[in-house]
């Protein structure tokens, strides 16, 4: 079948379609995406199942792994499992969210710095080179001492600290595009910048954007858990895959089972992530079949 | 191109067999150890010196470094340690107007000749004005005793005046002294050089009322005149010391009362800054008569002011005229002092090390060195004492019991110098209600949370003194586990529950919040369990937890939390006055829950003048006993401490009566390294002298 | 050439005092306070910690305070709040550890990424390059702390083998080789695990531009010569990927200084990273502001660094 018959949008899919990898993980993202969603749903609601992640039984504090609780329990005798999969929504809307948020910053500013150049650019991109040298963690810590260390916070805090990476590509993107003959038609039209930016080029360069995005989604996720395990996380009861790793690690030689799980969740999620977007990127390109 | 290539797949090969390498030699290390002991510690000394630092990897090194007059036998008991001897007395100066009129009241006090010996006086004597009593124990209440029978003329009252003038003390009360010579100034006290305080005979009025003038027309800025008290006369404890002689510092140098003298001044002085002042603000003097004594007098009873003499003493050959900066550069990172193992090496953030004193006073220790090594994480400390990195672990409470019953370690347990208690703000008006406090303590299944946040390892807490003390009150009965009961008091109280399951007063929801900080397993299961039981009774609990720096200075030194999960460490002592006394309930001060019972006030202020053995075991038993009752706190636990040693790693062998004495580590009151001197590794054994007594 | 270095270090100059400046103002908003000792302690009274914070400075406003602290930084007197010694001599006693482990690691990324990175491209679209592909994932997607005590744990429960701090302790070392190899060893497991990230993200870069070159004209033309296809890979097509190798030296120098505290902690590793994360927690605003100084200004050199590298290498990258 000849893909020239084909628009980019479809030869995207078709591509990504053939990547046997990519299609795994993103299977997976998908069924992370639901338990997520579902046991998020029931997190919300209230309603307990498989058990309650907050029911705290002292009888049956730190026990392995058993028939009665598939991944052990906490020093609370929560159930493991029950809080692993209450969650997910979490550790996922942070990474979501996050990523959101930094989008929206950098593509804003990468796009200003692109389109118009000249001192324009070099003082914002001076700008991002400041920004870039900033000890995040000290930005983090101070945010999290003053404002409370609340999921919002937590969220809007590391979503500002990721944006300097995207403002770059976009740039880089906007910089290439504003060159293109579709660009220069427009301006020849009498089409005013804005309609430009976002009328014509940005469409163009959704795709890396999108493939930044998808493999930011992890960055977040395992900044949320560094955060949690240093201390600086989401405040008790509610349970998420950081703190079950910060809760159970003074136990860490009497309860592996408190560090292993959520630990592999947190690895395989931000695996999958990875490789779906890893997939996705190479099908947007246009290069060969070597990428 | 081939240069190419072999870096391209030959170094990565080179780092995987020199990885390999190292590896297999670490496997091979052999256990071979030293005759060392290493322990653990999780922070870094800042600095090393007794009279300044006050964090506690500091004070670690500084109990096996430095010694003071007295120290904590193992019964926690207070024993004579490098003063041989001491002896408590007292001076109890009444005054006159007249000489003869103290003549005459000391003819008065010959004809009760008879009750001298009750009254533990043994001298008397007239000097000017004052008639100067000398007793062999101290204490108001013979004095008072006393005054009574011999006012038949009238005595001239004394009154004490505290002045605070920010600066130029000394310069201030000279120049007043000059300019009024009427007030008969007989003593003076500096606290740096920003307050003075000073006892002159007479009425309060005429005194305070020159000294705002004077301080007025002076125009010192912010400065305050008060009245502390109004006296009959000066009771002056007096305690002596006889010092050991012979006695060398680490340098060789001999130690003698020069440098107590010497650790007093730096104690009290303003560009040394030590935060141990305030243990030492009542004496009045010291001097130092011969080389081998020490005599100190106190401006009033104070007993506890005994215990502060456990504080080291530093040398003054070596830090005398010297500035602090130069205390910082040469001393506090390679201190001289006079226990039993000296300082040798310090490599920052890893280890320091400390070698045997060859002349202790005491005997020279067996060991060669005690090494304390930096292992920030707990969970290093513990993997370092598997892998036999340090001979020592401090065992969290889960990992107790694994620990007990492997056979390969000794296990050591004692109860902690600490209570465990979450706290009520009672400036909240929901607060106040005792019958909301007493139903909190009922809701609170204690020694379940004992069960399973300490594994058992703990005792539930009668109050504010922990069992082991001898002053300890342990005939309180703790409050009972009744949550029915609980709901009955809360009803009573005008709390009830409201439609979501949350009681309601006046439209006001039971709901409050329960703070702690972060980094303390323990505290977050206490706080979460309590929100859990508390919940049971109707009761809504929102938990916080705050990072330590943040908690402090936001929360805790402001007094603006509504309920905190905290512990209190508790020296030997039994003055309760700094965090009980309704006076100390400001921001920056150690009343947190603002606690304010007069009775209890009082009790406070008669305990700190009581030197008797037995009143003290009384009061102090009666302060417990009360505070427990009005439950300003919910009293949780004292928790075990518990150490591990492989076992058989290291024995004891110490000198007793019946001769040397070689038993396994062992326990007491004051912990297990209580006798560290006398540790020694089995392997090293053939060096010591032989054991008379054995105790396998 | 001289013009732009020129310019560049007086912009660089300018915004390290700009980012030390921002980031002091953050860390003294923190709320919280330096004081070296436990404020719980009834013991200590209110003349002490008025003394204490007059000697530091901490009542006076905070742009003086700013001001007080760059003053000793750069006449070399700077003091830490904590236990009033010199801050520069606090981090110089960090230094080397700190160094050796991370110049270690950095070998290390470099030499596994560019070996798994050419592997990779040279296999490109076959299994060995995929199977590599999930590995390099896999090594980002670990999380660092959950990854160290993992192996930690298994270590000491496998092989009882010491692996704490620099060194092992209180053993009698057979001969010298053995206690080389002992310093060795704690050397290596720490960069190890601090490498992974490193390895993967090199490989990945190494194997992109590589493919990216051996798709270009010159090398069809190379090939096309008769040239095997060893020859065409590393001498032709890797000069010109050089590229990454050479952010990742320009990364060198603020990498020699940063450090991981995750790491740090878990291996009781006296670093620098530690060293800052502590201060923070205690809030010894003069030790971060030499902390955070340094930094910055080895970020943007090594940024200067390795723009300078670029054009050095290649020609056809102009500096503006």
New interface residues.
């Given amino acids: 079948m000849n893909d020239e018959f084909l628009s980019p949008g479809q030869r995207m899919m078709r591509r990504f379609r053939r990547d046997r990898i990519g299609m795994i993980a993103t299977a997976c993202v998908a069924v992370l995406f639901v338990v997520a969603v579902t046991f998020g749903t029931l997190s919300l609601l209230g309603i307990p199942f498989p058990a309650d992640p907050n029911l705290?039984n002292?009888?049956v504090?730190?026990r392995p792994p058993s028939a009665e609780h598939w991944l052990g329990t906490d020093?609370?005798g929560r159930d493991v499992l029950a809080r692993l999969l209450h969650g997910a929504y979490i550790s996922l809307s942070v990474g979501f969210v996050a990523v959101f948020v930094s989008l929206a910053i950098g593509v804003v500013v990468g796009a200003v710095s692109g389109y118009f150049g000249g001192w324009v650019d070099n003082v914002i991109m001076r700008v991002v080179d400041a920004i870039m040298c900033f000890p995040t963690f000290f930005l983090i810590?101070t945010a999290v001492?003053l404002m409370?260390?609340s999921l919002i916070n937590i969220i809007v805090v590391i979503g500002l600290v990721s944006w300097t990476g995207t403002a770059r590509l976009v740039r880089a993107e906007f910089l290439t595009l504003r060159e293109s003959e579709y660009v220069r038609a427009a301006r020849g039209l009498g089409q005013n910048s804005f309609a430009i930016i976002f009328k014509h080029i940005l469409p163009n360069a959704a795709a890396p954007i999108f493939v930044t995005a998808v493999l930011g989604i992890p960055d977040a996720i395992l900044t949320e858990a560094g955060l949690s395990f240093l201390?600086?996380g989401v405040?008790?009861?509610q349970a998420t895959w950081g703190n079950i790793i910060s809760?159970g690690?003074?136990?860490?030689?009497?309860a592996w089972w408190l560090i292993l799980f959520p630990g592999l969740a947190i690895f395989l999620s931000a695996l999958a992530f990875y490789l779906a977007g890893d997939a996705l990127r190479r099908a947007a390109s246009s290069k060969s079949e070597t990428q | 191109?081939r240069v190419?290539?072999f870096?391209?797949?030959g170094?990565?090969l080179i780092?995987v067999a020199?990885?390999v390498?190292?590896?297999w030699?670490?496997?091979?290390?052999?256990?071979?150890?030293?005759n060392?002991l290493?322990i653990g510690s999780i922070g870094e000394p800042?600095?090393i010196n007794p009279i300044l630092s006050?964090?506690s990897a500091a004070s670690q090194v500084e109990s096996l470094v430095f010694e003071g007059l007295l120290k904590y036998s193992a019964d926690l008991e207070l024993e004579p340690n490098l003063a041989r001897e001491f002896q408590l007395s007292q001076t109890t100066t009444f005054f006159f107007p007249t000489n003869e009129s103290a003549s005459a009241a000391r003819e008065i006090l010959m004809t009760l000749s008879a009750r001298w010996a009750e009254w533990t006086l043994r001298n008397a004597v007239v000097i000017d004005r004052e008639l100067r009593l000398d007793f062999l124990q101290p204490g108001l209440e013979t004095s008072n005793v006393i005054a009574d029978l011999i006012s038949i003329d009238p005595m001239s009252p004394v009154v004490q005046v505290r002045v605070e003038v920010g600066d130029k003390a000394r310069e201030l009360l000279a120049t007043f002294r000059a300019a009024h010579p009427e007030f008969n100034i007989v003593r003076e006290w500096f606290?740096?050089d920003?307050v003075f305080e000073i006892s002159a005979l007479g009425d309060s009025a005429p005194i305070s009322e020159a000294l705002t003038a004077f301080l007025a027309a002076k125009k010192v800025e912010k400065s305050n005149v008060q009245v502390l008290d109004e006296l009959q006369f000066l009771a002056e404890p007096v305690v002596r010391f006889d010092l050991r002689e012979g006695v060398l510092w680490q340098d060789g140098v001999e130690f003698t009362s020069k440098d107590v003298a010497f650790t007093f001044w730096a104690l009290t002085d303003?560009s040394i800054?030590?935060?141990?002042?305030?243990?030492f603000d009542l004496i009045q003097a010291l001097e130092t008569p011969t080389p081998y004594e020490v005599v100190v007098t106190y401006r009033k009873p104070f007993s506890p002011a005994l215990s502060s003499w456990t504080m080291s003493i530093i040398p003054a050959h070596i830090l005398e005229g010297k500035p602090i900066s130069w205390w910082?550069e040469f001393f506090h990172r390679s201190p001289v002092g006079l226990g039993p193992f000296k300082f040798a090496e310090w490599k920052?953030?890893?280890?320091i090390r400390l070698e045997r004193n060859p002349t202790y006073y005491d005997g020279a220790p067996w060991l060669d060195a005690v090494?304390i090594?930096?292992?920030?994480?707990?969970?290093?400390n513990?993997?370092?004492f598997?892998?036999?990195?340090v001979d020592y672990w401090g065992v969290?409470p889960?990992?107790v019991k694994?620990f007990e019953d492997d056979e390969r370690f000794d296990v050591f347990n004692a109860p902690a110098k600490q209570y465990n208690w979450v706290g009520w703000n009672l400036r909240m008006p929901m607060f106040q209600d005792l019958r909301v406090r007493q139903a909190f303590a009922h809701a609170v299944n204690v020694p379940?949370m004992i069960?399973?946040v300490l594994y058992g390892n703990g005792v539930q807490s009668t109050g504010i003194f922990p069992p082991m003390y001898w002053f300890a009150n342990n005939d309180i009965v703790p409050i009972p586990y009744d949550p029915d009961r609980a709901r009955a008091l809360l009803d009573e109280a005008g709390w009830k529950l409201g439609p979501d399951g949350i009681r309601v007063k006046d439209g006001e929801r039971m709901s409050f919040k329960l703070i702690t900080n972060?980094?303390n397993?323990t505290r977050?299961?206490i706080?979460?369990?309590v929100q859990?039981n508390l919940k049971r009774i109707g009761v809504d609990v929102q938990?916080?937890?705050?990072?330590?720096?943040?908690f402090?200075?936001?929360f805790?030194?402001k007094q603006e939390f509504e309920s905190l999960v905290l512990a209190w460490t508790t020296p030997p002592d039994y003055d309760a006055f700094?965090?009980w006394h309704s006076s100390q309930a400001n921001a920056?001060q150690?009343n947190l829950v603002g606690y304010n019972n007069p009775q209890v006030d009082r009790l406070i202020e008669q305990l700190r003048q009581e030197y008797d053995r037995d009143k003290i075991i009384e009061m102090a038993g009666k302060i417990q006993l009360i505070i427990y009752e009005d439950q300003p706190l919910l009293f949780l636990y004292i928790p075990d401490s518990t150490s591990v040693i492989w076992k058989d790693s290291f024995r004891i062998r110490r000198p007793t009566p019946d001769g040397w004495k070689d038993t396994p580590v062992e326990m007491t009151k004051a912990g297990w390294t209580y006798y560290l001197q006398w540790f020694y590794r089995p392997e090293y054994a053939d060096e010591m002298p032989p054991a008379e007594v054995a105790v396998p | 050439m001289i013009h732009f270095i020129i310019r560049r270090l007086l912009i660089t100059l300018v915004l390290v005092f700009f980012i030390s400046l921002v980031s002091f103002f953050i860390i003294t908003l923190?709320?919280?306070?330096p004081y070296?000792?436990?404020?719980?302690?009834?013991?200590?009274?209110?003349?002490?910690k008025d003394?204490?914070r007059k000697q530091f400075h901490l009542d006076e406003p905070i742009w003086m305070q700013y001001y007080l602290n760059m003053k000793g930084l750069f006449s070399g007197d700077l003091r830490s709040i904590?236990?009033?010694?010199p801050v520069l001599e606090r981090i110089g006693?960090?230094l080397p550890?700190t160094l050796a482990l991370n110049v270690c690691a950095i070998?290390?990324s470099l030499?596994?990424g560019?070996?798994i990175g050419?592997y990779s491209a040279r296999n490109a679209g076959r299994w060995p390059d995929v199977t590599l592909s999930v590995i390099s994932f896999a090594m980002l997607a670990l999380p660092g702390f959950w990854i160290s005590?993992l192996v930690?744990i298994g270590i000491?429960d496998w092989?009882?083998?010491?692996?704490?701090?620099?060194s092992?302790?209180?053993?009698?070392?057979?001969n010298a080789a053995?206690q080389m190899?002992?310093y060795?060893?704690h050397l290596?497991l720490p960069a190890?695990l601090l490498a992974l990230g490193g390895i993967a993200a090199q490989s990945r870069y190494i194997r992109a531009s590589m493919i990216e070159t051996l798709g270009e004209d010159y090398i069809r033309t190379a090939r096309a010569k008769g040239l095997d296809e060893?020859?065409v890979s590393?001498?032709h097509a890797?000069r010109n990927s050089i590229r990454p190798l050479i952010t990742g030296i320009g990364g060198l120098l603020p990498a020699l200084i940063g450090g991981s505290i995750i790491i740090e902690?878990?291996?009781?590793y006296?670093g620098i990273g530690?060293l800052g994360y502590q201060a923070v927690?205690?809030?010894d605003y003069s030790t971060l502001v030499a902390l955070n100084f340094i930094t910055a200004a080895l970020v943007l050199l090594g940024n200067l660094l390795a723009d300078i590298l670029y054009a050095a290498v290649d020609p056809r990258v102009r500096l503006e």
């Fill in positions: 705290t002292l009888e504090k730190l020093n609370l810590l001492a409370g260390p201390g600086f405040q008790p009861p809760d690690k003074s136990y860490i030689l009497d | 191109m190419i290539k870096l391209i797949y170094v990565p780092l020199v990885f390498a190292a590896f030699n670490a496997t091979q290390l052999s256990t071979n150890k030293k060392e290493t800042t600095k006050t964090d606290d740096y920003a303003a800054g030590s935060p141990r002042k305030p243990d910082d920052t953030n890893e280890f090494v090594r930096t292992l920030p994480d707990p969970i290093a513990r993997l370092a598997e892998t036999r990195q969290d889960w990992a694994a379940e069960k399973y972060q980094g397993e977050k299961d706080a979460t369990l859990d938990v916080e937890i705050y990072e330590w720096a943040v402090i200075s936001r805790v030194m700094q965090v920056d150690l | 923190t709320p919280g306070s070296p000792w436990g404020e719980l302690d009834p013991k200590i009274s209110q003349t002490v003394n204490y904590k236990d009033g010694r006693e960090r550890a070998v290390i030499s596994f560019l070996l050419v005590y930690i000491t092989f009882g083998t010491p692996m704490l701090g620099t092992t302790y209180g053993t009698i070392f057979p053995s190899l002992d060795a060893w290596a190890s060893e020859t590393y001498k890797l902690s878990i291996f009781a006296p530690r927690l205690e809030r």
